[in-house]
């Protein structure tokens, strides 16, 4: 594959990506929120969008860059933790 149909993969993640995160902060990811407060409120509210906040950030910076590398790594793994904490906040705790 080449450089430039890479980013243009990459670029179309990013765009997919945005619009699950703008879909998630605009019309809700389906889960009732929390009203008891706290770190796990936050985590369960809002760590689903999060998560694709980051997901798109890594894309685009993998666009951008052209290949996957570290600088994409570190907020796919940053919006990973983000839905492990979701995950927890709505279905555990």
């Given amino acids: ?9 990459f670029a179309l993640a990013a765009v997919v990506a945005a ?9 809700g990811d389906g889960v009732p ?3 008891d407060g706290g770190v796990l409120a936050v985590a369960a509210n809002h760590g689903h969008t999060a998560a694709w906040v980051l997901l ?5 910076v993998a666009a951008v860059r052209g290949a996957w590398s ?9 919006g990973l933790a983000c839905y ?7 279905f555990v705790f």
């Fill in 19 to 27: 619009a699950v995160t703008g879909i998630f902060a605009f019309v």
């Fill in 33 to 35: 929120p929390r009203t």
């Fill in 1 to 9: 594959m080449t450089g430039s149909a890479r980013r243009a993969l």
């Fill in 56 to 60: 798109t950030v890594a894309f685009a």
């Fill in 70 to 78: 570290t600088a994409s790594q570190v907020p796919a793994m940053g």
């Fill in 84 to 90: 492990a904490a979701f995950l927890l906040a709505t």
